[in-house]
């Protein structure tokens, strides 16, 4: 059925000139005013009309182009419902419930998204035409063969999700949701208070689709995120210590001045369009055995795409990996709604693995569709990116590394020999934030190590042991040497040195030869 409707409908576009429909929906509106009054949309293309073409790459967006107003005629194949007064027909998506709503009541709560209806079941239909409407707005990004698969055994492909154009796989459920708003509420904007993923996804193609973007961040966002957000075309604004500060003054400013405001909810309007993902790595992936994907407190993208992959297959193991400092969403199946939020105390590389839990809905759709949920611990987070830089030249955060976490601290051994897919989603990490996260890496991966010798003050002993550090192939990262404060005698002095090896194997033979050399050689336990 949703396939005979898009072939209809992509035959009447071809059929139709865009210009024409597009003067047709042209309206008055003062915020759009310009000085070019005659002509001025004439020859701008629909963004609505597929800015993708059939010989061409695919793009995010048209820059510098308005987009025209929604037509709902494009959606009617979906189902129809009467919106509001009657006066317009809209799509709107079935959702499985034994208790639907309306959006009746949107027009009394201006300051937050009208959505609240739709946090029920989705099904497959709802996401198969959520990736109809954003093909064009979002890349395919590849899903490929991993050179880890022999080291843990077992064939992996990595979906890189951080590809896409603000790095993210949030942009999927952003987009979806702008795209789903009124007419007259992209014209008002939308506001949003955080400085995460989805902030930056919102940001980028609200302002790809000429809607009005307003981001409120707290006065401790970091200045590259900021300057992030203002190059995607958001007005953004500092504002209050804390995220709780900044989401309070949007709420204010979203009812004072009409603007929506958006967050990550547990509606599936966001939920459908992050299970798109699932769709392509199923379409990408032949003979799919498990696919492993970020669950955590927002586990959006796991419960959406755990639904469409269970349609398409349910033989398919979805994985869901968690942070063991904030098991939010274990804790949450166990109690069997959504738990504590703990987002206030979070440190910046959490910040898009833990924060407030969703609602029930997507808890009963990780309880109904996802096999298996395991945490994993920070120092395997950041051996997880370490691997992903060195091996697939992709620099990932804690939420794109925490799927590979899980393979690499050995916590699915039941995927031996099977064909895993793992959700590589998010590359989004600021550089002295990156920094401290390899050098911890390194060390943790017994990489880089420190150790305190005794030699005597002369010059010839410190350059013995430069010559066995030269003969190990140790790389010398940092050497000090101390007189004072040690307690042996007058001519001796502390040697420390940090040094670069190898792997493990050629850590444990240095360790071994310093020891034999200098036996009361200290060595600095990580």
Same mark, same amino acid.
């Given at each position: ?67 025209? !107003? ?15 007064? &009657? ?8 959702? =499985? ?10 027009? !009394? ?70 795209? %789903? ?10 506001? $949003? ?11 980028? *193609? ?15 966002? +970091? ?14 604004? !500092?504002?209050?210590? %804390? ?30 369009? /992050? ?29 959406? +795409? ?13 994985? &869901? ?14 109690? &069997?709604?959504? &738990? ?12 898009? $693995? ?19 949920? =395991?945490?994993?611990? @920070? ?72 150790? %305190? ?15 066995? /550090?030269?003969? @190990? ?9 101390? *007189? ?8 001796? %002095?502390?040697?420390?040195?940090? =040094? ?27």
């Amino acid at each position: 059925m949703n396939f005979a409707a898009q072939f209809f409908y992509s035959r009447g576009i071809r059929n139709h000139d865009p210009r024409e429909r597009y003067e047709e929906e042209e309206e008055y509106d003062p915020f759009w005013q310009r000085d070019e009054r005659k002509g001025r949309k004439l020859d701008a293309p629909s963004h609505y009309d597929h800015h993708c073409f059939k010989d061409g790459p695919i793009r995010n967006g048209v820059i510098g182009q308005r987009p025209p !107003s929604i037509n709902p005629e494009r959606l009617k194949d979906f189902g129809e419902e009467d919106y509001f007064d &009657g006066g317009v027909k809209m799509w709107e998506m079935k959702i =499985v419930s034994h208790n639907e709503e309306l959006l009746r009541d949107s027009a !009394s709560r201006p300051d937050r998204i009208s959505l609240a209806a739709y946090n029920k079941y989705i099904r497959f239909e709802d996401i198969s035409a959520a990736a109809f409407k954003i093909q064009c707005g979002v890349q395919k990004t590849p899903c490929m063969y991993s050179r880890l698969s022999k080291q843990y055994g077992m064939d992996l492909y990595l979906k890189k999700e951080f590809l896409q154009y603000t790095g993210s796989v949030k942009e999927r459920g952003a987009l979806y949701l702008l795209m %789903s708003l009124q007419q007259e509420q992209q014209r008002k904007g939308v506001i $949003v208070a955080s400085d995460n993923n989805f902030s930056m996804a919102v940001a980028y *193609h609200a302002s790809e689709h000429r809607i009005p973007v307003f981001v409120i961040m707290s006065t401790s966002t +970091s200045p590259a995120r900021v300057k992030v957000c203002r190059d995607y075309g958001a007005m953004v604004i !500092s504002y209050g210590t %804390s995220a709780r500060d900044s989401q309070l003054h949007a709420r204010r400013l979203a009812q004072e001045n009409g603007y929506l405001y958006l967050e990550e909810e547990d509606n599936a309007v966001y939920l459908s369009g /992050l299970g798109t993902m699932g769709m392509e790595v199923y379409e990408q992936v032949p003979k799919l055995d498990a696919v492993i994907f970020p669950a955590g407190a927002h586990c959006g993208l796991l419960a959406g +795409s755990a639904v469409a992959l269970k349609h398409l297959n349910p033989s398919i193991s979805v994985i &869901g990996v968690e942070s063991e400092g904030f098991p939010v969403l274990q804790q949450s199946l166990n109690i &069997g709604q959504p &738990g504590e939020d703990r987002s206030q105390s979070i440190q910046p590389f959490y910040r898009d $693995v833990s924060g407030p839990c969703f609602a029930s809905n997507s808890l009963q759709l990780t309880e109904k569709f996802v096999d298996k949920v =395991v945490t994993v611990r @920070e120092e395997d987070i950041l051996v997880s990116m370490l691997r992903l830089l060195e091996v697939e030249r992709a620099t990932v955060d804690a939420e794109g590394a925490i799927g590979l976490a899980a393979v690499l601290a050995g916590k699915l051994p039941e995927l031996k020999g099977k064909r895993v897919a793992v959700a590589v989603c998010s590359g989004n990490l600021e550089l002295p934030l990156m920094r401290q996260c390899i050098d911890r890496a390194l060390t943790l991966d017994n990489r880089v190590c420190k150790f %305190s010798i005794l030699v005597s003050s002369s010059l010839g002993d410190v350059s013995k042991l430069l010559e066995i /550090l030269a003969r @190990e192939e140790a790389r010398v990262l940092d050497i000090k040497q101390e *007189h004072s404060y040690i307690t042996s005698d007058l001519f001796t %002095s502390e040697v420390t040195c940090i =040094v670069e090896t190898r792997d493990k194997i050629h850590t444990a033979q240095l360790r071994n030869i310093l020891t034999d050399r200098y036996p009361m050689m200290t060595w600095m336990e990580r």
